[in-house]
């Protein structure tokens, strides 16, 4: 004998009511436009997980030298004069203690056409580190 | 199994049943949220002649002489006057400037009158946006809101071109200022500023510290909070004023030992008046949260897994659009006694393979112990839903419930979806749970193809808002505040955009 899933009763109504202005919705909407309202996937979901603890890193000690060497931008901002010579970047500490020009891992600081963003952590175009 | 006919037997009867249900409420959901053909309204510059501009928002619900008033406070500059001017390549800011505006809607976002703007206090020389913005939940009638400021002694005598940064943590900008309405947003007035002038070897530290975001909050007992991201040293300074008259005093950190480098968000749980501070980690774009209750601060504990900072999105056409936070969260009703998910996160993160963003989530228990837990399910992760372009600037705000009102957990955020040109989507979905206990995600349309008119930089309003403003037939009811240019796109200069607008929706 073959059986069938039926749905309870009591829930009928109210399902197709659901589906009716679902439905009803849906198609008004796209009537207006073109309904983009994402499709589900059945994809299998990624299963959670803890969040891992991660190492506290305190922020870079970064110099910002001396003297008047250094650089300027068309935008207002300027570089950093290190060891006497202009830095697109900040003064590190190197291994050896030494500071040197660098741009959160850039050596030598920003190539040309960039500035060094302590909000980006990077070179970025100068647009990008403006407020 | 045996079955018999017309009838489940006990446990696929239930398991069927489970699924209606589940159905049922789903498309209960989905049309209570996704059926939204309200377009909202303009919160400002209705006028397409207004050659003025807003952006950025926070909102607050007030209430006064019997009257719930929401305020939106934004980057306001509305009636351009000399002390900001504008050409295609340059932008002069002199002292006196003022981009501390608000609006604010006694019908519950159904229409809005300009407020004002409130005008830099003694001793400050301009406040420069970056809007927060909290009601005093101790005694509603108040109102705090805060920008970011330059004070005299680091404004230039013949003002400042361009940037307000020099170099690096070396800003103009040194510190912020609050303001405060007594009667319920509809007027404000200068309250306090706050500035850490600590000195360290960051140029000009000592006349006040870089501030940068923005984040306001409140407590049961009247509490005031106000915390912004000290760009001098890392870290988040959260500020503390014991009542709505009181004065605020900086906090110790809340992430000792850990560079800080996004805006921070603040949130306070109504059930114990704890405050939660949430930022994001230079170093790998974590976002960190640390709880303060009983006068001091508990352990920073990771929050999410590695996002994103300050992405920018690239649209067709060379357009390219900046952004702001990427993470956001509430602490609200628990799905469990053990309260293991009242605080829900949604952010931002990069998938590695297709490069896109997108939205993801996160939880923690209130008492932030023993830690947080990943939720693919809420979001656009990849997997969730066919979500092709890039979803970013999440916002989340709850509800915790009460006699007769469900809680709520509501979400939105933009999607470029690629399908219209220099277009983006709002929209908004709940963090919610099937009656089985799966995570369940489904966002619908708030606005489709809003048109995009950010500046050169692709600045267009680095966020905006989230928040509850009221009820109707017992259901929460939320305003979401965003950047408008549905008036048209028709200029584009380095430092201003036109046009450029707030639009408000209130939704369930």
């Known amino acids: 004998m073959k059986h069938r899933y039926s749905l309870p009763t009591f829930l009928i109504v109210p399902v197709i009511v659901c589906f009716s202005l679902a439905a009803s919705c849906e198609s008004r909407k796209a009537d207006s436009r073109q309904d983009k309202n994402p499709v589900v996937s059945s994809a299998p979901l990624p299963s959670p997980q803890a969040i891992p603890s991660v190492a506290a890193v305190p922020p870079e000690e970064l110099s910002y030298g001396e003297g008047d060497c250094a650089p300027r931008f068309a935008n207002g901002m300027r570089g950093t004069c290190i060891n006497g010579k202009p830095c697109n970047g900040f003064g590190v500490k190197d291994q050896t203690g030494k500071i040197e020009c660098e741009c959160f891992g850039t050596k030598g600081g920003c190539p040309e056409g960039q500035v060094c963003s302590v909000i980006k952590r990077a070179c970025v175009p100068p647009q990008d580190a403006e407020r | 199994m045996k079955l018999t006919k017309g009838f489940l037997n006990r446990e696929p009867r239930k398991t069927a049943l489970s699924f209606v249900v589940s159905l049922t409420l789903m498309v209960l959901a989905g049309v209570m949220s996704g059926c939204n053909d309200n377009p909202g309204v303009p919160v400002t510059g209705a006028e397409k002649a207004a050659d003025d501009e807003q952006s950025e928002t926070a909102s607050a619900c007030a209430f006064y002489k019997g009257e719930n008033i929401v305020v939106v406070t934004y980057n306001d500059g509305t009636d351009h006057d000399p002390t900001v001017t504008y050409g295609p390549n340059s932008r002069k800011v002199i002292a006196g400037a003022s981009l501390m505006g608000w609006s604010y809607s006694k019908n519950k976002g159904q229409s809005w009158t300009y407020g004002g703007k409130v005008s830099p206090p003694n001793g400050w020389a301009v406040l420069w946006g ?366 201003d955009s036109h046009n450029q607008h707030i639009r408000g929706v209130v939704f369930q």
């Open chain 2, 130 to 495: 970056d809007p927060a913005i909290t009601d005093d939940n101790g005694a509603y009638q108040y109102v705090f809101m805060s920008n970011l400021a330059i004070p005299n002694s680091k404004m230039p005598a013949n003002g400042i071109d361009g940037s307000v940064i020099v170099s690096g943590a070396d800003s103009y900008i040194g510190g912020a200022c609050i303001a405060r309405s007594a009667d319920g947003g509809v007027t404000f007035q200068n309250y306090q500023c706050v500035s850490n002038t600590v000195k360290n070897s960051v140029p000009n530290s000592d006349k006040g510290h870089f501030y940068d975001g923005g984040s306001m909050a409140s407590s049961n007992a009247g509490e005031i909070f106000a915390a912004f991201v000290d760009v001098t040293t890392s870290q988040i300074d959260v500020w503390r004023s014991p009542s709505a008259s009181g004065q605020f005093a900086m906090l110790p950190p809340p992430f000792p030992g850990i560079g800080i480098c996004s805006h921070p968000r603040l949130r306070v749980r109504r059930a114990d008046g704890a405050l939660y501070v949430a930022a994001q980690a230079c170093n790998n774009s974590v976002a960190f949260i640390n709880r303060y209750i009983n006068g001091s601060w508990g352990q920073p504990v990771a929050a999410t897994d590695s996002g994103v900072i300050y992405p920018n999105v690239a649209f067709g056409g060379g357009l390219t659009l900046r952004t702001g936070p990427q993470f956001s969260f509430d602490v609200g009703a628990a799905s469990n006694e053990n309260q293991s998910d009242a605080i829900r996160f949604l952010y931002t993160r990069r998938d590695s393979k297709s490069g896109r963003l997108f939205v993801t989530g996160s939880f923690c228990p209130a008492s932030l112990s023993p830690g947080c837990w990943g939720a693919p399910e809420w979001g656009t992760t990849p997997g969730n839903l066919n979500t092709p372009g890039d979803q970013f600037n999440p916002n989340v705000a709850a509800w915790p419930g009460f006699i007769g009102i469900d809680p709520a957990w509501k979400s939105s955020f933009l999607d470029r979806d690629g399908s219209v040109q220099n277009a983006v989507t709002l929209r908004q979905g709940n963090l919610a749970y099937l009656p089985n206990g799966n995570r369940i995600y489904l966002p619908f349309i708030v606005l489709g193809d809003k048109p995009v008119c950010p500046d050169t930089r692709g600045y267009w309003g680095d966020y905006g808002d989230l928040a509850l403003v009221g009820f109707e037939n017992n259901i929460a009811q939320f305003l979401v505040t965003t950047s408008d240019s549905s008036l048209g796109c028709d200029r584009r200069w380095d430092f």
